[in-house]
């Protein structure tokens, strides 16, 4: 069984605070990429891979089968051992997310994660400001809205030192 | 020591300075860091050995200083360029300039958030400029607006604390118990250790710590100067890689150009002059207008303008182009100059008629190489390169030397054109296949392990000059009294508390304390323990 350490939306991926920060943080070496348009994608699979340092192990997987796998996965709680001793022996698993659709699209498929990361939604056409470095379009707003409506707590936060902000604060329920 | 009006202008205008990108674009790896800035501070108070020493010890506190993706703990020009000018015109000496210096520095970190929030304005006036066209009004945006609000947020508090708050901090000075000023000075002999201990915390593994002890000893015990130990270093990273096996080069892939480059490469429509003009902007001003909105992306279009105008001539083309580019964007600037190739190959490529790239392709090969290659980068760049470098430079200084800072500044700013140039090139040359070829050539892992040798060496031989305090307990039996310090700990090992309490730090900043808390320990500790008579120089 997998131990998923963290579900985070990162539209960057696998860049210096995740690599730095949270795969430290997690204790994590293994990153499961989770996006249908990458899994078709062998050059940007191959530059994730590359990218990331020579001990962690980068998969790239469509939401089905991604959900398939991850149905069975246990989801560790948010914040680890207040003493800030590492939870469990073993690495976890990060799970990283380009969009908040893909979030929804895996909890439809069965995986029934309880709480999502937010780290970085880059701002473009239609975006909304929602924290730091996150913003939304409608779409977006919608399948994050969805996902808290069916219980899942949303909290944006870029890196571990920060104090994470919750949706459910930034964007009352209706 | 007086203080000139003239002097505290030249001060603002030099903290000013240090904060904006310019200078070429190595600023934020030069003038940025206090060991240059207290260079410069010292020559404009008319000392410059006093302000370098200062500037590199304060530096020493900043050394593991990595911005990754945009959150900084403390400010370095508030701690560099104030905490240097304020301690020389109060006539602290360093060891208490170096414990008011982070509280200063802390006090100047809500500036970062403040500048990028503001920037995230601007960027709107460059995107109307953009609308109609004008490569020069987005120019102009990511030149201006944002450093001039750059000049007053660093300027005007450097005015107000260096030619208002240095006689305050004299005369507060005077009236503070002498216990506590001895305790101020034991911080600040202390602090170091925080600084160092982020760094390990950043780039030590712990089967190469044998290196940093190394470097510490022979630092220790052979007082060897600087530039020995880092040549120590460098033989030690060379029989490593060699000795360890992961130097596998494996032949570079397969020599044919990606076909997609064939047509860009049958008609070349960017001159050498276009390219170089853009190179060199996007050196000088990617993070001119930093802002949460969009990162880099006003600096990237504007590296672009030169291209855009080669490539396209209606005011439909130019304004769609400029649209493009104005998008997010953020990576670590210089191994993420490869981009850049990229962008212009493709832009190439669709100016002279080929269809298939769309704005859609262009925005995704930027998008997602951008966090991969700022994790890479940072990581070489901020991780390895510069902390290294900046041990050598704090070193040299140290010893009063000033080619520490001249040194520093030569040799980083070498490393960072050259790998920008290096990637921007290959990636014009190869298109995206470039970041393939150059992260599979399997150089990057000998280069970064070789790197971290040399730089936990250099890195161990600062600890064990920089980190200073003592204990003044002593053990009486009967007639004899035996000092902790000088008869039992320095008989064993010479340097055992500094080093220890490094090791101290690493381990909790290991622990996820936050750098915060442990400033605070280090404060807690200094102060009571040299009341108590505990800490001390015997």
Not at chain 1, 66 to 75: D, F, Q, Y
């Amino acid at each position: 069984m997998m131990r998923v350490a963290r579900v985070r939306i990162d539209d960057r991926l696998i860049h210096g605070q995740v690599v730095v920060k949270w795969l430290r943080y997690l204790d994590c070496r293994q990153i499961l990429i989770v996006d249908d348009e990458l899994w078709r994608d062998d050059f940007m699979q191959s530059v994730l891979r590359l990218a990331a340092p020579s001990e962690v192990r980068v998969q790239v997987a469509p939401v089905r089968q991604a959900a398939k796998l991850l149905r069975s996965s246990t989801l560790e709680a948010m914040s680890r051992h207040p003493s800030g001793e590492a939870s469990s022996n073993g690495h976890g698993v990060l799970v990283l997310l380009r969009s908040p659709q893909t979030a929804l699209a895996l909890l439809d498929n069965g995986f029934l994660f309880s709480e999502l990361n937010v780290g970085a939604l880059a701002a473009g056409k239609g975006t909304t400001r929602l924290y730091k470095s996150v913003s939304a379009n409608s779409e977006q707003i919608a399948a994050l809205r969805a996902m808290q409506d069916r219980g899942v707590r949303i909290y944006f936060q870029m890196v571990p030192e920060e104090r994470p902000v919750e949706m459910s604060e930034l964007l009352p329920a209706r | 020591m007086e203080i000139s009006l003239r002097q505290a202008l030249l001060i603002a205008l030099a903290a000013y300075l240090g904060s904006s990108t310019w200078f070429i674009g190595v600023g934020y790896f030069t003038v940025y860091r206090p060991l240059i800035g207290g260079t410069i501070i010292g020559w404009i108070l008319g000392d410059v050995v006093t302000g370098m020493k200062l500037g590199a010890a304060i530096n020493a506190i900043y050394l593991g200083f990595i911005s990754t993706g945009g959150s900084l703990p403390g400010d370095l020009i508030f701690a560099g360029y104030i905490g240097t000018a304020l301690g020389m015109v109060a006539g602290l000496d360093a060891p208490t300039a170096l414990s008011l210096v982070v509280p200063l520095g802390l006090l100047g970190s809500g500036i970062w958030f403040f500048r990028m929030t503001a920037d995230s304005l601007f960027v709107h006036w460059a995107d109307a400029f953009a609308r109609r066209g004008s490569t020069r009004g987005v120019a102009a945006v990511n030149i201006w607006p944002g450093q001039i609000l750059l000049l007053l947020l660093y300027a005007i508090p450097a005015f107000v604390i260096v030619y208002y708050g240095s006689p305050a901090v004299q005369s507060v000075m005077e009236v503070v118990p002498p216990e506590v000023v001895e305790g101020l000075a034991m911080v600040g002999g202390m602090l170091p250790a925080l600084g160092i201990g982020m760094l390990l915390n950043y780039m030590a593994k712990w089967r190469l710590m044998p290196f940093f002890l190394l470097g510490f000893l022979l630092a220790i015990y052979l007082d060897l100067p600087m530039l020995v130990i880092a040549l120590f270093g460098l033989i030690g990273a060379v029989l490593h890689v060699q000795y360890s096996g992961i130097m596998q080069v494996s032949p570079p892939p397969e020599e044919s150009a990606p076909t997609e480059l064939s047509s860009a490469e049958q008609c070349k429509l960017v001159t050498r002059t276009d390219m170089l003009g853009a190179w060199f902007r996007w050196l000088t001003f990617s993070h001119s207008c930093y802002n949460y909105e969009r990162m880099q992306g006003l600096g990237f279009a504007h590296s672009m303008t030169s291209i855009i105008e080669r490539l396209y001539d209606t005011r439909e083309e130019i304004a769609a182009a400029l649209e493009r580019h104005l998008v997010f964007f953020n990576t670590e600037p210089n191994v993420g100059a490869v981009v850049h190739g990229v962008t212009v190959a493709m832009e190439e490529e669709r100016a002279s008629g080929a269809t298939q790239i769309t704005d859609e392709a262009i925005n995704s090969v930027k998008s997602g190489l951008m966090g991969p290659l700022a994790g890479i980068g940072d990581s070489v760049t901020q991780g390895l390169i510069t902390p290294t470098l900046l041990a050598l430079g704090i070193g040299l200084a140290q010893q009063g030397n000033l080619a520490g800072p001249i040194l520093y500044v030569l040799l980083v700013s070498t490393a960072v054109i050259g790998i920008s140039y290096f990637m921007w090139m290959q990636g014009y040359r190869w298109g995206k296949v470039a970041v393939v070829r150059i992260l599979k050539a399997g150089l990057l892992r000998p280069l970064t392990e070789g790197a971290t040798v040399l730089g936990l060496t250099v890195v161990g031989a600062l600890a064990a000059t920089v980190v200073q305090f003592s204990t003044k307990l002593s053990i009486t039996v009967g007639p004899q009294t035996v000092q902790l310090q000088t008869d039992i700990l320095d008989k064993i090992l010479k340097g055992a508390l500094p080093l220890s309490l490094t090791l101290l730090i690493w381990w909790l900043l290991n622990k996820q304390k936050s750098p915060l808390t442990v400033i605070l320990i280090v404060f807690a500790v200094g102060l009571i323990g040299t009341w108590l008579g505990w800490l001390g120089w015997g």
